[in-house]
């Protein structure tokens, strides 16, 4: 049997984020929610910062330039949390002087990816 498939390119086309979830809408329109707990440096961002966001890579990923985050709509869309090492996390969130550090839970990344 020959299949014919025509495969979009996975490119945001908007996205919303709240105190818990980010929704990636994409140009397929296709609608993709994770928890920001796969993201410590997202969940650590104050409400400002998580919404200080760009496009790049022509809608292949997103950059939060406040928080040094990018995350890939690939990565996303594929379930994949964040890679960042905790060594690395730990230091980034030791040199933060937000308030929000304060406000939200402490979020430990080795615990959240435990099955």
Known sequence: MN???TEQPLKVQYLNIN???LTVNLVD???ITVPLTWYPRLWHGTPA???HWQIIGDGEG???PDLDEDLSIEGIV???PSGESQRSFRRWLA???SPSSQVRPQFVPELAFQM
């Open 62 to 64: 997103i950059h939060w």
């Open 3 to 5: 299949t014919a498939t």
């Open 49 to 51: 910062e998580r919404n």
């Open 29 to 31: 329109g296709r609608a």
């Open 95 to 97: 040199k933060r002087t």
């Open 19 to 21: 105190n818990d979830t």
């Open 78 to 80: 594929l379930g994949r």
